[in-house]
């Protein structure tokens, strides 16, 4: 079965800095991948996906993301933060014979120091 | 263009009661998906349709949720009874169907506290 997992729950970083969360997939086939972020009160805004091709997919918000098949990994990235990305990211996969469904990960809070 | 939309945004209610959460998915998507999301278990996926007919349940937590999706544009959650451990946010999603997965849209959610 296929699992995602955000290996941190909570990040802090200062405004200004640079920012990578953390995205691993289990699946043997293509991935097909995301990234949702998620402020509070609101319901998940999708970022940026990764489908085929390039492997470095540029976002919404500045956002980038990087798959890398050697490491099952999709780790999404920000070369300055700003307090206004303060929220909880989540990274999800689907897969070709999965229907539509999409398996998400535990997310990740990130918190913005000023 | 307009999102997903749910309604309502806010529900209390007392134990024992029916409660109806509403979706209006994207126009021209015919995937479309509840949510359960909370602090103990994250987001969970409670059931999906493709073209109104319901797909996988195996979300579904008992015989007291059920989902109905009677049109293209329009889908109910229905809890009956409630129980204060149904509390959470409640997010319905669409997207395009067919394959490879899309990717899904999410409404702002209902939040739902049973007293």
């Known amino acids: 079965a296929q699992s995602v997992t955000q290996p941190d729950i909570h990040i802090t970083v200062s405004e200004g800095a640079s920012l990578e969360l953390r995205c691993n997939y289990s699946?043997?086939?293509?991935?097909?991948l995301f990234w949702y972020v998620q402020s509070p009160g609101q319901g998940l805004q999708l970022l940026l996906k990764y489908f085929s091709g390039d492997t470095l997919v540029q976002g919404i918000k500045g956002f980038e993301a990087e798959f890398k098949r050697s490491q099952s990994s999709f780790n999404l990235r920000k070369p300055s933060v700003h307090w206004s990305d303060a929220a909880e990211y989540f990274c999800a996969v689907g897969y070709t014979g999965g229907g539509n469904k999409l398996t998400f990960g535990t997310g990740t809070q990130l918190k913005v120091e000023l | 263009d307009a999102g997903v939309i749910q309604s309502p945004r806010h529900e209390v209610t007392e134990m024992g009661q029916e409660v109806t959460l509403r979706c209006k998915p994207i126009?021209?998507?015919?995937?479309l998906f509840w949510y359960r999301q909370t602090m103990m278990r994250g987001l969970e996926l409670l059931i999906y349709f493709n073209n109104n007919v319901p797909i996988d349940d195996s979300g579904m937590p008992e015989d007291r949720f059920s989902a109905k999706m009677p049109n293209a544009s329009f889908s109910t959650l229905k809890i009956q009874p409630s129980e204060p451990r149904d509390s959470a946010v409640y997010f319905c999603?669409?997207?395009?169907?067919?394959?490879?997965?899309?990717?899904?849209?999410f409404g702002d959610g209902t939040r739902l506290s049973i007293l």
């Open positions: 999603a669409s997207s395009l169907g067919g394959q490879p997965p899309r990717a899904q849209h």
């Open positions: 699946y043997g086939a293509t991935p097909y």
């Open positions: 126009s021209g998507h015919n995937s």
